[in-house]
C-alpha cells in the first residue's frame, strides 16, 4: 500500500477535499503513482491526515468521477490502469550523482577575498536608495555612464561622451541589440572565438561566416565581424597594426561594421593594455565591454558605444521596449566604481594571474606551443590530440574539466588545451597542473 505525501492546509482557501484530489491527481501525473498502486483506506487516509472521513471520501469520490482511481469490492482502491500514462520513472535505481567538475574556463576571474567588504558596501548601498518610480533612463543611469566614459578613456584610449555610452547586460546582450540595425547579410565570427556571440548570431537567423583568427579578414560581403582584437579570443593574440587598420579599411570600403569585443583588456600583466580598435574609427566600430572579468559574470553588465550613426536608433528602439538592464545592479557597479574597487580588483587579479601563468606554463610548455602570450586569466596552448585527451582524462580524474581548443572551432581544425586559471584558488590550480602533468607523462 502507498503512503501518500500529500500535506493539507487549513489556512488556503481551497477546500480540504480539493487540495487532497489535486495533490493526489499530481502524483499520478508525475509517475509517484503508479497505475495499479494500491491506496489507502478513507478512514486510514483521514487518520494520517488529521481531518475528518469525509473529507477523504469527498477526494476519492472526485478522483473516481475524473478516471485516475478505482475501487475494487473487497480489495481496496487502486490507481486506475488507464488514469495516466504508464510512468516507470520511479522504479528506475537512481544513479549515483556524478561530482560536479571544477571547471578551469575562461570567464571566471579571481576575486580577492579581502576585497568582499568593498562589494557587500555597495549593495548596502543600493538598499538604501530608492528606485526610480517609472522605467529609467534607457541609455543606463547618467551617472554611471559618467564613470565608464571615464574609465574608457583613461584605461582604453577611447574618447567618448556619456550619452554615447548605452549600458548593457553584457557583451552578447549588446551583440543581440545591434543586429536589427546590420545591413543585410550574414555575421563573420572568429574561429576559433566566442561561442556565445556565434549563437547569438544564429538565433536571429543571420549566416555566421568563420573568420579567420589570426591574418587579415575579408569583409566582402559581409553585415559585420565580430573580433576580440585586444585578446584574441581564445588563441590569446592580439590583432596586428597592419591588420587593425586593413580590416576598418575593408569595413569602410564594403559598407560593413566590425564588433570590438573587449572583453579583458584591463588584465595584461606582460605590457600595457592594448589601445580599443574604436579608437582609431568610431564610425565603423561598435565597442563592447563588460563588467564580467573583473566584477564577476553574475553581474551581467557591461557596455556599448556603438557608431554615431546608430546611437539614436538603439536608444529609441531601448525606449520603446523598456530593454536595459536592472537598475540595482547599474547603482551597485557605479558604487563599486566611485570606491575605487573595481581598479583594485583588476591590480590584485593582475598580480594573481601573472604568478600564475608561469605555473601553467611550465607544466604544459615540455608537451605544446603557447598560441598567444601570457596575459589575462587564460593561457592556450597547442599540442597533439593524443597528449590533449590524456591529459583531459588525468584533469577529470581528478575533477577538473579543462577545455580542448576544439571546444571553441567550428571549421577550424585545431588541437590543444585552454586552462583558464581565474576562478579558482591556488590549491585547486596545484591539483589540476598535477593532474595535468600525470596525464602528460612528465
Known amino acids: 500500500m502507498k503512503t501518500l505525501p500529500v500535506r493539507l492546509d487549513r489556512d488556503r482557501p481551497e477546500p480540504l477535499g480539493v487540495q487532497l484530489s489535486t495533490q493526489v491527481r499530481d502524483l499520478v501525473v508525475g509517475g509517484a503513482l503508479a497505475p495499479g498502486d494500491r491506496l489507502p483506506s478513507t478512514r486510514a487516509l483521514a487518520s494520517d491526515l488529521g481531518v475528518a472521513r469525509s473529507v477523504t471520501e469527498q477526494a476519492y469520490d472526485q478522483l473516481r468521477a475524473e478516471g485516475w482511481i478505482t475501487a475494487q469490492q473487497g480489495s481496496g482502491t487502486f490507481v486506475a490502469s488507464g488514469g495516466a500514462p504508464p510512468s516507470t520513472a520511479h522504479r528506475r535505481p537512481r544513479r549515483a550523482a556524478e561530482p560536479e567538475l571544477v571547471s578551469l574556463d575562461l570567464g571566471s576571474p579571481w576575486i580577492d577575498p579581502r576585497h568582499r567588504a568593498g562589494w557587500r558596501r555597495a549593495w548596502r548601498e543600493v538598499s538604501t536608495l530608492t528606485p526610480p518610480a517609472g522605467y529609467p533612463d534607457p541609455r543606463g543611469i547618467p551617472e554611471l555612464r559618467i564613470a565608464v566614459a571615464d574609465r574608457l578613456a583613461r584605461t582604453r584610449g577611447l574618447a567618448v561622451d556619456p550619452d554615447e555610452v548605452l549600458l548593457t547586460a553584457g557583451t552578447t546582450d549588446g551583440l543581440r541589440q545591434l543586429l536589427p540595425y546590420l545591413p543585410d547579410g550574414p555575421v563573420g565570427v572568429e574561429d576559433p572565438g566566442y561561442r ?106 557591461g557596455w556599448m558605444v556603438p557608431p554615431p550613426a546608430l546611437l539614436r536608433p538603439l536608444v529609441d528602439l531601448r525606449a520603446r521596449t523598456y530593454d536595459m538592464p536592472s537598475w540595482p545592479t547599474q547603482r551597485a557597479l557605479l558604487a563599486l566604481l566611485r570606491e575605487g574597487w573595481v581598479d583594485k580588483v583588476v591590480r590584485t587579479a593582475r598580480r594573481v594571474y601573472a604568478d600564475r601563468a608561469p605555473r601553467v606554463a611550465e607544466v604544459l610548455a615540455p608537451h605544446g606551443i603557447p598560441a598567444g602570450p601570457a596575459a589575462g586569466m587564460y593561457s592556450t ?49 596545484d591539483r589540476a597542473l598535477a593532474a595535468l602533468r600525470r596525464g602528460l607523462g612528465s
Open 196 to 301: 556565445a556571440a556565434e549563437q547569438c548570431v544564429r538565433v536571429t537567423g543571420r549566416e555566421v561566416v568563420d573568420l579567420p583568427a589570426t591574418g587579415p579578414i575579408a569583409m566582402a560581403g559581409l553585415a559585420a565581424a565580430y573580433v576580440t582584437p585586444a585578446h584574441q579570443h581564445p588563441l590569446g593574440h592580439v590583432m596586428p597594426a597592419a591588420d587593425r587598420l586593413a580590416l576598418l579599411a575593408a569595413a569602410q570600403e564594403h559598407g560593413a561594421l566590425v564588433v570590438e569585443d573587449d572583453y579583458d583588456s584591463e588584465l595584461r600583466y606582460d605590457v600595457a593594455p592594448i589601445p580599443a580598435l574604436a579608437a582609431l574609427d568610431r564610425s565603423r566600430v561598435a565597442y563592447l565591454g563588460t563588467a564580467s572579468k573583473s566584477v564577476g559574470p553574475a553581474l551581467r553588465l
Open 381 to 429: 596552448w597547442f599540442m597533439p590530440s593524443p597528449a590533449v585527451r590524456r591529459a583531459r582524462a588525468a584533469a577529470r580524474d581528478a575533477g577538473f574539466d579543462v577545455a580542448p581548443i576544439s571546444r571553441y572551432c567550428r571549421s577550424a581544425r585545431m588541437s590543444g588545451l585552454v586552462v583558464g586559471f581565474g576562478g579558482v584558488t591556488d590549491a585547486e590550480l
